[in-house]
């Protein structure tokens, strides 16, 4: 079945600093590709998406590449905030599914 | 846009009592999900209504767990029996069939003691 695999946190980085969370998948086929985010007593929010091999999502100075060959969907940042420090999860929907899959979560402090 | 809304927040209860959750989708979204998430894990799949038909129920919804959308707007999630192990936070999210991203609600956190 369709699976996804996050890097373990938690990640603790410094303000400015560049921030990566790994992602890699197992599906059939061509799933789509997302980033949540869960901040402190918030409901989970979509953060960007990604439908095909090779798109780019962004969105807030996130972006994470689609790439088929590595079947990863990492997440980066340039320059993280103290307001960035949230529980980042990646998720996946299959080909021909609608329910999404997700990752354990990677829990990101970021401090001033 | 009023967003996903999910009653109560927060239920609290005693092993082998019956609950009930309801979700109202964001009001032009024809599909309602509901997920499991506990703690320190990733949201899981409970089952999916396309307007009032349930289309897909996941193993992970025992003969306990109920779920209906009987017009095609708000969904109701009915535990009975509960059990220590049903302790988790129950998400709800809609979306449109032609768009298909999924907006959450804030979750009701389920606790039996």
Same mark, same amino acid.
């Given at each position: ?21 790994? +992602?890699? @998948?197992?599906?059939?086929? @061509? ?56 529980? @980042?999860? +990646?998720?996946?929907?299959?080909? @021909? ?16 | ?50 307007? *009032? ?14 779920? *209906? ?45």
């Amino acid at each position: 079945g369709n699976s996804v695999t996050q890097m373990e946190g938690p990640v603790t980085l410094s303000e400015e600093a560049f921030l990566t969370i790994n +992602c890699t @998948y197992t599906a059939t086929g @061509y799933p789509s590709l997302f980033w949540y985010v869960q901040y402190p007593g918030e409901g989970l929010q979509l953060l960007l998406k990604a439908t095909k091999a090779d798109d780019k999502g962004s969105n807030k100075g996130f972006e994470a590449t689609y790439r088929k060959e590595t079947t990863s969907f990492h997440l980066e940042k340039g320059s993280v905030q103290v307001s960035d420090s949230a529980v @980042y999860f +990646c998720a996946l929907r299959g080909e @021909y599914g609608n329910k999404l899959v997700f990752g354990a979560g990677t829990i990101l402090r970021v401090k001033s | 846009d009023t967003g996903v809304s999910q009653d109560p927040r927060h239920k609290i209860t005693k092993r082998g009592q019956n609950v009930t959750f309801r979700c109202d989708p964001i009001s032009e979204h024809n599909r309602l999900y509901w997920y499991r998430q506990t703690l320190g894990q990733g949201p899981e799949f409970l089952t999916y209504f396309q307007n *009032e038909a349930q289309l897909e129920k996941s193993r992970l919804l025992s003969d306990r767990f109920s779920a *209906e959308r009987p017009k095609g707007s708000f969904s109701t999630l009915e535990i009975q029996r509960t059990e220590q192990g049903d302790s988790a936070m129950y998400l709800c999210a809609s979306s449109t069939s032609w768009r298909n991203e999924q907006f959450f609600g804030p979750g009701t956190r389920l606790t039996v003691l």
